[in-house]
């Protein structure tokens, strides 16, 4: 079932790395140290606990893919923080063939990407479902740029999308993610949702706390292990975690 766009399997590190931050965040070390970050053709997911470095990664990546680092598409070109990726400056990718679209989707600064989709001549918002991102709610507008603007044989980048979306909300993105998977797409997402992370034959990489970033099976993935053990028995949990 599973396929992909295989865009892109391997993206190489170019040492030496600089002595400074972001080289220094043990997930980085750990790149460098392998010489490299290795994507699944279809679905990568990067897990790992809050400032364990995804969304570092994620921004590099879609520099180095070609994307614009505040969210959006290669063609788009706001900024609103006169920030950069030093990462990306020591990283290559390794592209098998090029895709035909992308998007690097961020919750963060999603509402920036909305502005200057808005605000292009014309209006721009055919391909995002016609109606302006601002009047729809957040999950909405997340969903419609999945539904109207994703499409197949393209390369997207998704930093935690769960945080606009409901569990229904979630499970339609997940749909979305194996339609387009199968229409020779290719995902990386930074995720802390169990529900994301079930979709069949996608490669978790957790970053464990000394930086390991290693391939894990859905059962073994920490949001799912924590988020389970929280629901068979929320009141022991609970007991424990609010005691004095
Ligand atoms: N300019 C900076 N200088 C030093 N440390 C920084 C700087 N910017 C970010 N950091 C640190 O880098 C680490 C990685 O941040 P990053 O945003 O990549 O984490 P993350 O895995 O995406 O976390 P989350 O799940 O909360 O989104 C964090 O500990 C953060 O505090
Ligand atoms: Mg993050």
Same mark, same amino acid.
């Given at each position: 079932?599973?396929?992909? /766009? /295989?865009?892109?399997?391997?993206?190489?590190?170019?040492? %030496?790395?600089?002595?400074?931050?972001?080289?220094? =965040?043990?997930?980085?070390?750990?790149?460098? !140290?392998?010489?490299?970050?290795? @994507?699944?053709?279809?679905?990568?997911?990067?897990?790992?606990?809050?400032?364990?470095?995804?969304?570092?990664?994620?921004?590099?990546?879609?520099?180095?893919?070609?994307? +614009? @680092?505040? #969210?959006?598409?290669? +063609?788009?070109?706001?900024?609103?923080?006169?920030?950069?990726?030093?990462?990306?400056?020591?990283?290559?990718?390794?592209?098998?063939?090029?895709?035909? *679209?992308?998007?690097?989707?961020?919750?963060?600064?999603?509402?920036?990407?909305?502005?200057?989709?808005?605000?292009?001549? #014309?209006? /721009?918002? #055919?391909?995002?479902?016609?109606?302006?991102?601002?009047?729809?709610?957040?999950?909405?507008?997340?969903?419609?740029?999945?539904?109207?603007?994703?499409?197949?044989?393209?390369?997207?980048?998704?930093?935690?999308?769960?945080?606009?979306?409901?569990?229904?909300?979630?499970?339609?993105?997940?749909?979305?993610?194996?339609?387009?998977?199968?229409?020779?797409?290719?995902?990386?997402?930074? *995720?802390?949702?169990?529900?994301?992370?079930?979709? %069949?034959? !996608?490669?978790?990489?957790?970053?464990?706390?000394?930086? !390991?970033?290693?391939? *894990?099976?859905?059962?073994?993935?920490?949001?799912?292990? =924590?988020?389970?053990?929280? =629901? !068979?028995?929320?009141?022991?949990?609970?007991?424990?975690?609010?005691?004095?």
């Amino acid at each position: 079932m599973a396929s992909g /766009g /295989g865009f892109v399997t391997w993206v190489r590190t170019e040492p %030496p790395p600089p002595d400074e931050h972001p080289f220094t =965040l043990p997930v980085v070390r750990e790149v460098f !140290a392998r010489g490299g970050i290795g @994507l699944d053709p279809g679905v990568t997911f990067l897990v790992g606990d809050n400032g364990s470095g995804k969304s570092t990664l994620l921004e590099a990546l879609a520099v180095v893919f070609g994307m +614009n @680092l505040e #969210g959006g598409s290669r +063609n788009f070109r706001f900024s609103t923080r006169p920030e950069r990726s030093a990462l990306a400056d020591h990283l290559v990718a390794c592209w098998k063939r090029r895709p035909r *679209t992308d998007f690097f989707l961020r919750a963060e600064s999603f509402y920036n990407a909305a502005t200057y989709v808005e605000e292009l001549p #014309g209006g /721009g918002l #055919g391909p995002y479902g016609g109606r302006s991102l601002h009047e729809r709610s957040h999950g909405e507008s997340f969903l419609d740029v999945a539904l109207h603007r994703f499409g197949p044989d393209g390369l997207y980048l998704l930093d935690e999308p769960e945080a606009a979306l409901s569990v229904r909300g979630c499970l339609a993105l997940l749909r979305r993610v194996a339609d387009l998977r199968a229409r020779r797409c290719q995902f990386v997402v930074a *995720t802390h949702s169990p529900i994301l992370l079930a979709l %069949p034959g !996608a490669l978790i990489l957790q970053i464990d706390e000394d930086g !390991a970033l290693t391939p *894990t099976g859905y059962d073994e993935a920490e949001p799912v292990r =924590l988020t389970r053990g929280f =629901l !068979a028995e929320p009141d022991r949990l609970l007991r424990e975690l609010l005691a004095d």
